[in-house]
């Protein structure tokens, strides 16, 4: 298992669109009128690619159009202190159909809506992630980490 400087676990590409592949909501970065947006989305994983829906003719929609763009999505577990977070780092495409078998989140399917709806897939070129284990057994095999690491604005401690 590879750890960073920080110790956190370094996650490969697999793990990261098999953790993604578990949460129905992540956060889309993007440049909007020439300014930074970070938007959350609801989202799937479809192979290799992720998959939004947004609606024809919306500034989402005009700002996706052959974006590049970062796409962030994480879990916490209150109960265990246990985390994970995985970047994705791709360009967009407009899907002329919904992907095969939408999963269901929750009680309702993910892709209801009306005739206005487009999907469209973000690459997913650079893919990367990181986990933190707080319970001894898991992470680094040496025990429990005591905290997560400090973060400032000016980077990792």
């Not at 996650?11 to 993007?30: F, I, N, S, Y």
């Not at 899907?95 to 469209?120: I, K, M, S």
Request: proline share 7%; with cysteine.
């Amino acid at each position: 298992m590879e750890l960073d400087r920080n110790g956190l676990e370094v996650l490969g590409r697999e793990d990261c669109l098999a953790l993604l592949r578990t949460v129905p909501v992540g956060r889309l970065g993007l440049s909007m009128n020439a300014l930074p947006v970070v938007l959350p989305v609801s989202f799937v994983v479809d192979r290799e690619r992720l998959v939004v829906r947004t609606a024809r003719g919306t500034k989402l929609d005009a700002a996706l159009a052959g974006a590049v763009v970062a796409f962030e999505a994480d879990d916490y577990d209150a109960r265990t202190g246990d985390a994970w977070s995985v970047l994705v780092r791709g360009s967009t495409a407009v899907l002329g159909e919904p992907p095969e078998q939408p999963p269901p989140v929750g009680d309702r399917a993910l892709w209801v809506g009306d005739t206005a709806d487009q999907w469209v897939t973000i690459s997913t070129e650079l893919v990367s992630g990181r986990r933190f284990w707080r319970q001894p057994g898991h992470g680094d095999g040496r025990g429990a980490h005591q905290s997560m690491p400090a973060v400032t604005a000016t980077g990792p401690t």
